[in-house]
């Protein structure tokens, strides 16, 4: 049953579905590694030599495009607007030109103004095949985006291959009763590939009033099937709902609260593990042009029944609640920095051994750079993350050992190269540790894993 235990809890922050923010460390913020600095370089390079070059010759349609093409490419699409509405007005004949401009607005959010492009584009005459097609699919997107019910979600399908697939520890050397006892080597940690599959789908619907009040429903879905360590295979599904309304409306730019109600179900190679319901609400602000914060409170109940596969789970049974910050910095238009911090308190009914505190804290960033090989006009990104969690349990657990806390630390590491393929196709990536000290060896162990695979955004 401690298998279980393990391989649940942990498994939120493992699987990136979960309320710990994982973040980089102090090192990883300070320096990037050689290849990312040298593309940044290049492309800052490129940003500041058509940006000089326009101002040069403010008429020369080329230094224009030019500029606005890498003005894109590094997130500057308020700066390759006013290049585009620049070429505009040399020649207003220009329907690739309206295009582009309807889709850098529709990307700002600005669905009425990029409406009003496409529809130039649209009308002109003999508008090449290509440009009709994309600016047809961009005002299918504004129409969605501007009705009242918005629908949209991103699945995901990969391969992992795991140096401890079950969370086992290293050997075999643990405790019973307090005495020095073997595990069954079945339980200790072992390699194995897998598949993961992961979905999260969004419905927001917009009530149209003053406060931009919308009911905002979320789902998300992770599976993971391994080839050989069947007891390892995890299902969850979570869903949470409930009104999205704006504050402090005249004071500050955006502050947003979120009130929902939450439910939740993991199963364990196909066995029910627990149910579980509650509540939240959640705080999202704009606390400057380039910061923002989201602060999440969340408490849910954990219904956990005996069953044959798992006989004694009703002692997981208990209550959870979870604090969650993240704040994340527009270092520069191709750099992003972001940290975070968790607060988790779980309390069961029956088995003070089970219950604990955790605290968290992280940081990390995403780089942006030029696709190098494809040639899509779409950025790669680089993401660098890291944390540590630090448990702290209540009491000693008899059956492990009488005189010992359980206490254990977790680091937790991935960098992550995505690929687009187009605007809603993208390859990753990832290769992650996650490496576990714990007072008492039965808990302690090291995974190492690579993961890649397609996401498809809709």
């Known amino acids: 049953m401690h298998q279980f235990g393990r391989l649940l809890r942990t498994l939120a922050a493992y699987a990136g579905v979960g309320v710990a923010c994982i973040a980089a460390t102090s090192a990883g913020w300070a320096q990037a590694p050689a290849s990312t600095a040298s593309a940044k370089s290049d492309l800052d390079r490129q940003y500041d030599e058509s940006f ?40 207003p004949n220009l329907p690739r030109v309206r295009l582009e401009l309807g889709v850098l607005y529709y990307r700002l959010g600005s669905y009425e103004v990029a409406r009003t492009y496409l529809e130039g584009a649209l009308q002109s005459p003999g508008l090449p095949d290509d440009v009709r097609s994309r600016a047809e699919q961009f005002m299918a997107q504004v129409q969605k985006q501007q009705s009242p019910s918005h629908f949209s979600g991103e699945v995901f399908f990969g391969w992992r291959y795991q140096s401890n697939a079950n969370l ?47 009911i905002e429903t979320i789902f998300t879905g992770y599976v993971n099937r391994q080839f050989q360590l069947s007891a390892a295979n995890v299902s969850l599904i979570d869903l949470t709902t409930g009104p999205r309304f704006q504050v402090f409306n005249g004071i500050f730019e955006d502050v947003s609260l979120r009130t929902f109600g939450a439910f939740g179900a993991i199963w364990v190679n196909d066995t029910p593990y627990y149910t579980s319901f509650g509540g939240g609400v959640e705080a999202n602000a704009l606390l400057s042009d380039r910061m923002r914060s989201i602060s999440t409170f969340v408490w849910r109940k954990h219904n956990n029944n005996d069953t ?6 009703s002692l997981f049974r208990g209550t959870e609640y979870t604090g969650t910050t993240i704040l994340q910095y527009q270092l520069t238009p191709i750099v992003t920095l972001f940290g975070s ?54 009491a000693p657990d008899a059956v492990v050992d009488p005189n010992v806390y359980r206490n ?23 290769g992650g540790r996650f490496a576990r000290s714990a007072s008492i060896p039965n808990y302690a162990f090291t995974n190492n894993s690579v993961m890649f695979g397609v996401s498809w955004r809709f």
């Open 408 to 430: 254990q630390v977790d680091f937790i590491g991935t960098v992550t190269l995505a690929i687009p393929f187009d605007d809603r196709t993208t390859f990753s990536l990832t």
């Open 308 to 313: 044959s596969y798992l006989p004694t789970n």
């Open 52 to 91: 000089q070059e326009m101002l040069r010759q403010p008429a020369n349609l080329d230094a224009l495009f030019r500029f606005a093409s890498v003005a894109s490419q590094t997130g500057d699409l308020e700066g390759a607007i006013s290049a585009l509405e620049r070429m505009l007005l040399i020649d």
């Open 341 to 394: 911090g968790t607060a988790q308190r779980f309390q069961t009914e029956q088995a003070p051994w089970q219950s604990y505190m955790l605290w968290g804290i992280g940081g990390g960033m995403s780089f942006r750079f030029p696709d190098p090989v494809l040639k899509t006009g779409l950025p790669w990104i680089i993401s660098l993350t890291a944390g540590e969690q630090w448990w702290h349990y209540d």
């Open 168 to 214: 086992g520890p290293a050997t075999s050397n643990v405790r019973l009763f307090g005495q020095a006892a073997n595990l069954n080597q079945q339980a200790v940690g072992a390699a194995d590939w897998g598949v993961v599959s992961t979905a999260q789908l969004r419905h927001v619907y917009d009530l149209g009033t003053q406060d931009k009040t919308t």
